[in-house]
């Protein structure tokens, strides 16, 4: 595999819609890895999205067990669905898959944020979702650049080769 | 590919990496960090002996680790290897191209 692309990609604008461990983070290691190749990377949160920059919420991310087929049991036994809905469960497995994300090297999400806006990749809130969930400005992690209409996203996302991802 | 860098004879791979961290020294080091627009400090040698120390050792290499060396902080990482933090400096320091998505 080589990096011989004459036209290579310049910008990605990551959109995050939804607030569990693997959506959150499938957004932050594709924003991550844009900024360490030199790539621009904007990302805007949305809807349950906005929990990861949420101050209150962003070190409680959760996997959903329920209405979750690809979740199986360490091992590989199929987890039951019903097993989802007793207490704890739900903690227990969003425990392990921090945990063995963080064997990966993989950060919990503040100091990825951290990560990603160290190398320049920017950070904004959606209007409408902060108004929706009653989230101000004060709520949202400290280096949340601001809280825009996806009108404003939008115009950040020009150029040539820049594309836009939704997670 | 082989290419004379700094006068030593240099075998690199198709994206400029060094196959072999043995022929690597730090004018080696100098010339290539010239071709990535880079001018290398003292700074800039303590990460790549660092990154050569830990790649040797058989470990894996990912940006938060480097950043947490106490070397330098992963801002700095960037100010120092502009465009590519990991990618370059590994580059530069002659070892692989790091396999980590983080």
Same mark, same amino acid.
């Given at each position: 595999?080589?990096?011989?692309?004459?036209?290579?990609?310049?910008?990605?604008?990551?959109?995050?819609? @939804? $607030?569990?461990?693997?959506?959150?983070?499938?957004?932050?290691?594709?924003?991550?890895?844009?900024?360490?190749?030199?790539?621009?990377?904007?990302?805007?949160?949305?809807?349950?999205?906005?929990?990861?920059?949420?101050? @209150?919420?962003? @070190?409680?991310?959760?996997?959903?067990?329920?209405?979750?087929?690809?979740?199986?049991?360490?091992?590989?036994?199929?987890?039951?669905?019903?097993? $989802? %809905? %007793?207490?704890? %469960?739900?903690?227990?497995?969003?425990?392990?898959?921090? @945990?063995?994300?963080?064997?990966?090297?993989?950060?919990? %999400?503040?100091?990825?944020?951290?990560?990603?806006?160290?190398?320049?990749?920017?950070i904004y809130a959606c209007k409408m979702a902060a108004e929706m969930f009653k989230l101000k400005k004060e709520d949202l992690w400290d280096e949340v650049i601001d809280i825009i209409t996806i009108?404003?996203?939008?115009?950040?996302?020009?150029?040539?080769?820049?594309?836009?991802?939704?997670? | 590919?082989?290419?004379?860098?700094?006068?030593?004879?240099?075998?690199?791979?198709?994206?400029?990496?060094?196959?072999?961290?043995?022929?690597?020294?730090?004018?080696?080091?100098?010339?290539?960090?010239?071709?990535?627009?880079? /001018?290398?400090?003292?700074?800039?040698?303590?990460?790549?002996?660092?990154?050569? /120390?830990?790649?040797?050792?058989?470990?894996?290499?990912?940006?938060?680790?480097?950043?947490?060396?106490?070397?330098?902080?992963?801002?700095?990482?960037?100010?120092?290897?502009?465009?590519?933090?990991?990618?370059?400096?590994?580059?530069?320091?002659?070892?692989?191209?790091?396999?980590?998505c983080v």
């Amino acid at each position: 595999m080589t990096n011989k692309e004459e036209n290579p990609l310049k910008k990605v604008c990551i959109i995050c819609a @939804k $607030g569990t461990i693997e959506d959150v983070y499938a957004t932050l290691v594709m924003a991550n890895g844009a900024v360490m190749e030199g790539i621009e990377a904007k990302v805007f949160f949305t809807f349950f999205g906005l929990d990861a920059i949420t101050k @209150k919420q962003m @070190k409680k991310l959760k996997t959903a067990t329920v209405g979750n087929p690809a979740m199986r049991m360490p091992g590989g036994l199929p987890f039951p669905t019903l097993l $989802g %809905v %007793v207490p704890f %469960v739900e903690a227990g497995v969003s425990w392990m898959m921090k @945990k063995e994300m963080d064997k990966l090297d993989i950060p919990p %999400v503040g100091e990825f944020l951290e990560m990603i806006t160290a190398g320049g990749g920017e950070i904004y809130a959606c209007k409408m979702a902060a108004e929706m969930f009653k989230l101000k400005k004060e709520d949202l992690w400290d280096e949340v650049i601001d809280i825009i209409t996806i009108g404003d996203f939008y115009a950040m996302c020009g150029g040539q080769n820049t594309q836009i991802i939704f997670t | 590919m082989e290419k004379t860098i700094a006068g030593v004879n240099i075998t690199l791979n198709d994206e400029g990496y060094l196959t072999d961290p043995q022929q690597w020294n730090e004018d080696v080091a100098k010339e290539i960090a010239v071709e990535e627009g880079i /001018e290398l400090t003292p700074k800039h040698f303590e990460i790549l002996s660092y990154l050569r /120390e830990q790649f040797l050792a058989g470990e894996g290499l990912s940006i938060r680790k480097v950043g947490n060396s106490g070397i330098a902080n992963i801002k700095e990482l960037y100010q120092l290897f502009p465009g590519g933090p990991l990618k370059k400096s590994s580059r530069i320091a002659g070892i692989p191209k790091p396999a980590s998505c983080v």
